[in-house]
Nanobody
């Protein structure tokens, strides 16, 4: 089992920055990596970013490329999402998720992830 806990959400203004953290515990070291997804009212869950457990590879959704950066703190088994130049359309509940290793699984598809956190709300005002 893997437990994930997000933190760092809040209310900010357009153009501001915000840092989200995802603390992993349990057998997190057995996962292939972790990712961030977001979901706003009436919309499907959207891929934001992901990072392999080794930290060597990162993946980003088109809407956040160049603005968001995903990284890992190995000492604390924490994944960090640094968000800059935030826009009102970034408003959503942000979820951390972990994926077990299996050949051919996509980093971009929420259905490929096995464990999920409870989510943290990010609201960007215009």
């Amino acid at each position: 089992q893997v437990q994930l806990r997000e933190s760092g959400g809040g209310l900010v203004q357009a153009g501001d920055s915000l840092r989200l953290s995802c603390a992993a515990s349990g057998r997190a070291f057995t996962t292939d990596g972790t990712g961030w997804f977001r979901q706003s009212a009436g919309k499907q869950r959207e891929f934001v970013a992901a990072i392999t457990w080794s930290g060597r590879n990162t993946y980003y959704g088109d809407s956040v490329k160049g603005r968001f950066t995903v990284s890992r703190d190995d000492a604390t088994s924490t994944m960090v999402l640094q968000m800059t130049s935030l826009k009102p359309e970034d408003t959503a509940v942000y979820y951390c998720a972990a994926k077990m290793p299996q050949y051919g699984r996509s980093w971009y598809d929420a259905r490929e992830y096995d464990y999920w956190g409870q989510g943290t709300q990010v609201t960007v005002s215009s």
